[in-house]
């Protein structure tokens, strides 16, 4: 038996011609995505494309001026105070600088929301928030820390065991592995994978790290010219002219790096 | 046996069956665990886990927790779970062994951490004055390289545009003062005193102090939120790397600033404070602005002016270092930039009456 997460549907967002400006400037002219149950969707695009702010508009702390977002199957135009309420514990948020309350300890960080909205007791909190800590790659002396107190891996760590704590069903990741180590980086992917297989989870990410899109990504759009220029898996975005395209993976040092290995792989197969 | 509970249990003579159900997680939790609590047994239990609909971490957790303590005292044997549901119950097996450390603070602890803190700034204010002078004194020496532009800027900002502010704080007291002194003296018949009372107490006293009051809250807080900030975004240490003295860019302006413009603020505060006893004398005692006038030449003799005017830049420095240096204080993160701004107003105002009582004593020895 899978582990049953049932949303309805498949596809759990779906971005339908997105209009956002920001005064003069069109940051996103009709941008339309899908992201689908339990996949690692990332989205990708160069500085400015708008991907921080697509996010943003998925999980409401913006809203597009015009186009449909709809996540987990609520529409997020005119949704009521109640409906969101509920979606946002479905989700859970995972910010570029981790956005941990200062003023709290990890553990607190960790334990806020399981406070306030469920009535778990406190030993099972305790436990919680444990295995959250471990979970992330964490010691337990962590907890007792304040966001202060840590460095930047860290703090994505402590802040990814925040946002895994109400089990969310849907993850979203702002360049989850910048500012992490090479290695860290990489456990950090691999524990993405793992949660995303045995929670079932989807996962929705901006990343530009090259080693997470060839190998944890499963399908991702990519954002340039106000525009999603191609979506889907790597395969079909390689497939794509467009420059942002070219310059981004098809470089001398991704070829040397990724695209060979891709290749070969390929023969093998055959 | 029960079989829409999300656990329910039947005696099976050699051994206790145990069947989970439904959905085990964070929302169901709660509940399952008060009726594991109840349970104990004292016979082998085979749970049966294959109806298990659904699971999050939290369930497995919760099953972990029973499953280890049923094991204490007799056999247990799990059925029908999952590959998902063993390899969950692998990786959170070991998770919750941790123990997170208590941060306990003791009273005493406390106390001593405070004093030792208070000690701590002051050596620090004094390594801060010690910085400041020496940056003064290569500024007197070039004054070429002094920020012109910042100064003015910062003149603007904290004395300009508290113009309005402290005009109407000075107006009312100003006015409370004849309000309150008009009755005592009424008393007497000595209306006409009510000038001297309202002039001199404001020039020399209370128009410094407001206007103190006034920018310590307003400018002094200000400074230490810019500077914090600039120190949390890690402005300050690129400034240094690129060899820009912060004492040089951010203090300096702003107590160049605060020395000028106090002294200005204070001749503003004096005058409308003196307007706002006229206008109440006039309607409480009847004493006409032209009188009040005639008195307030007699009486007002400059040298109460200059007693007033002497503490500006006193204070000004006060605010403006008091400021700068709980804003550089600042640590990495976002707490600290209120309490630092906080006690950077409290500190600034105590200092501001504390130099003022100093001033009375001066004042009073050289019988001025």
Known sequence: ?270 | MNTTESIAYEDQKQYIELVSRGEWTLETVPQIEKVLQRLSFDKKIIWDVSEVKSFDSAGILLFIEYYESFKQSTTVEVIGYTKDQKEMYDLLKESTKGVIPQRKEGFLENLGKSALQLYNDFKDFVAFLGQLFVTLFHAVLKPKNIRFKEIVYHINHSGFNALVIIGLTSFLVGMVIAYQGSVQLAKFGADIFIVDTVSISMVRELGPMMTAIVIAGRSGSAYTAEIGAMKITEEIAAMQTMGFNPYYFLVLPRIFALVIAVPLLIFFSDLLGILGGMVASDMQLGISFSQFIDRLYEVLEVKHYILGMIKGPVFGFVIAAVGCFRGLQVSDNTESIGLHTTASVVNSIFLVIAFDALFSVIYTEFDV
């Open chain 1, 1 to 270: 038996m899978r582990v049953q997460k049932i949303f309805g549907s498949a596809t759990v967002i779906e971005a339908k011609d997105i209009v956002t400006r920001f005064g003069e400037r069109i940051i996103h002219d009709g941008v339309s995505l899908h992201v689908d149950k339990n996949e690692i969707y990332g989205i990708l695009g160069e500085s400015g494309a708008g991907k921080s702010v697509l996010m943003k508009e998925m999980i409401m702390l913006l809203e597009p001026n015009a186009g449909e977002m709809t996540v987990l199957g609520h529409k997020l135009k005119g949704i009521g105070f109640k409906e969101a309420q509920d979606l946002r514990r479905e989700w859970g948020v995972l910010f570029q600088f981790g956005a941990l309350y200062s003023s709290m300890t990890i553990a607190e960080n960790i334990e806020v929301q399981l406070k306030e909205y469920t009535n778990i007791s406190k030993e099972m909190r305790d436990k919680l928030i444990r295995s959250k800590i471990d979970l992330v790659g964490l010691g337990s002396y962590v907890g007792a820390l304040y966001p202060s107190e840590l460095s930047g891996g860290m703090i994505k760590r402590a802040a990814l065991a925040r946002a895994l704590v109400m089990e969310p069903k849907l993850l979203f990741l702002d360049e989850p592995t910048s500012g992490l180590d090479p290695i860290g980086a990489r456990n950090f992917d691999k524990l993405i994978v793992d949660l995303r297989d045995m929670l079932g989870i989807t996962v929705v990410m901006i990343t530009h790290d090259l080693d997470s899109i060839f190998s944890i990504v499963d399908r991702m759009a990519i954002l340039a010219d106000k525009h999603v220029v191609a979506e889907g898996s790597l395969k079909n975005v390689l497939q794509s002219q467009h420059p942002f395209v070219e310059e981004f993976f098809k470089n001398e040092y991704t070829k040397h790096k990724y695209l060979d290995k891709l290749e070969a792989n390929k023969v093998e197969h055959v």
